[in-house]
């Protein structure tokens, strides 16, 4: 005699679903309890540095501005979201917010060198001077940035500028690191990109919630630079 049930391929998943109304309210509040833990890190990013995010006429003195990198053209020049934020940077300068600029972004390779071409912009577009601008060429992501910023450029006041989806995070890390600091949000229009961008920035925060919390080195510590030190001495 066979067997007339019908046989399941190997290999094969199928979820089962709760059928009683029971099973239906536990798995609706797991999905909930699941659902309040994954926006926790982005709520803990919002209320660390909502108040601290200002427009570039409405910030406080700082001795430094820092640009987080964001990508370079084929061609070597800044992406127009860089620019924008290098933008930024030089009318806090000009209008005597900062007095120095570093530059933090990925030098990985020969072939890719996001410090140098920042550096060039604000020199040669936008009118900084070169002898106040200092270069961190292993700031490969926020955390790595504002790390070697306090412990090896010494900055212990600064303006974070980036954009406005990823300003609050660079705050909390900045923060974590050792800095007092104020963020520079810049606006973009709404595209497709910067929404992809936003929801990344909700997977970012878990990261940072561990880097603010336990710390970690930044992947190339030292030694401890004093160009910046330096620059401000003299002002």
């Given at each position: 005699m066979t067997d007339a049930r019908p046989q399941r391929r190997p290999g094969r998943f199928r979820p089962r679903f709760p059928r009683t109304v029971r099973g239906k309210r536990r798995a609706l509040q797991a999905f909930?309890?699941?659902?309040?833990?994954?926006?926790?890190?982005?709520?803990?990013?919002?209320?660390?540095?909502?108040?601290?995010?200002?427009?570039?006429?409405?910030?406080?003195?700082?001795?430094?501005?820092v640009v987080f990198g964001a990508g370079l053209r084929p061609d070597g020049e800044p992406t127009q979201w860089l620019a924008h934020r290098l933008d930024a940077a030089a009318e806090l300068y000009h209008a005597g917010r900062v007095e120095a600029v570093l530059v933090t972004g990925d030098n990985s390779t020969p072939q890719y060198n996001e410090p140098d071409a920042m550096s060039a912009y604000l020199a040669t577009e936008r009118g900084v001077p070169a002898d106040l601008i200092v270069e961190d060429y292993a700031g490969f992501n926020t955390w790595n940035s504002c790390a070697r910023a306090h412990s090896v450029f010494g900055v212990e006041r600064a303006l974070l500028v980036s954009q406005d989806f990823h300003i609050r995070r660079a705050l909390a890390l900045c923060e974590a690191a050792g800095i007092e600091a104020w963020g520079v949000g810049v606006g973009e229009r709404v595209s497709g990109l910067e929404i992809f961008s936003g929801l990344r920035e909700m997977a970012g925060a878990f990261t940072a919630a561990y880097q603010a919390?336990?710390?970690?080195?930044?992947?190339?510590?030292?030694?401890?630079?004093?160009?910046l030190d330096e620059i401000l001495s003299a002002r």
């Open positions: 909930m309890v699941l659902a309040v833990l994954a926006t926790l890190p982005s709520a803990w990013v919002h209320l660390t540095a909502d108040d601290r995010v200002r427009a570039v006429g409405d910030t406080p003195r700082a001795p430094v501005a919390r336990f710390t970690p080195p930044p992947a190339v510590a030292g030694p401890r630079e004093t160009s």
